[in-house]
């Protein structure tokens, strides 16, 4: 089993800024794709952006967000710049990992964004 935990949800006004962090423990032997997906109110669950040989980010918040990944601490991180109220959404951590009795997805427990005057 793989668990993981996420920080960094919090309320920020517009045009503020946050880092969330995605840390996997457990039966790791390899991981390959660590990402951020999210979910608004009454909204689909969306993919954000992915890392894994490359990176990946939805249109919406390419130039404003950046993804990165402590391999050492099996650590992701996303800096979330420029926020809008629209960014407004439960952000969930995945991570695709290799372990003893093959691969398998996880996902956090969600961290919630609030993008508000």
């Known amino acids: 089993q793989v668990q993981l935990v996420e920080s960094g949800g919090a309320w920020v006004q517009p045009g503020g800024s946050l880092r969330l962090s995605c840390a996997a423990s457990?039966?790791?032997?390899?991981?390959?794709?660590m990402g951020w997906y999210r979910q608004a109110p009454g909204k689909q669950r969306e993919l954000v952006s992915v890392i894994g040989g490359s990176t990946s980010y939805a249109d919406s918040v390419k130039g404003r967000f950046t993804i990165s990944r402590d391999n050492a601490k099996n650590t992701v991180y996303l800096q979330m710049n420029s926020l809008k109220p629209e960014d407004t959404a439960v952000y969930y951590c995945?991570?695709?990992?290799?372990?003893?009795?093959?691969?398998?997805?996880?996902w956090g427990q969600g961290t919630q964004v609030t993008v508000s005057s």
């Open positions: 457990g039966s790791i032997v390899k991981i390959y794709t």
């Open positions: 995945n991570v695709v990992v290799q372990e003893v009795r093959g691969s398998s997805g996880y």
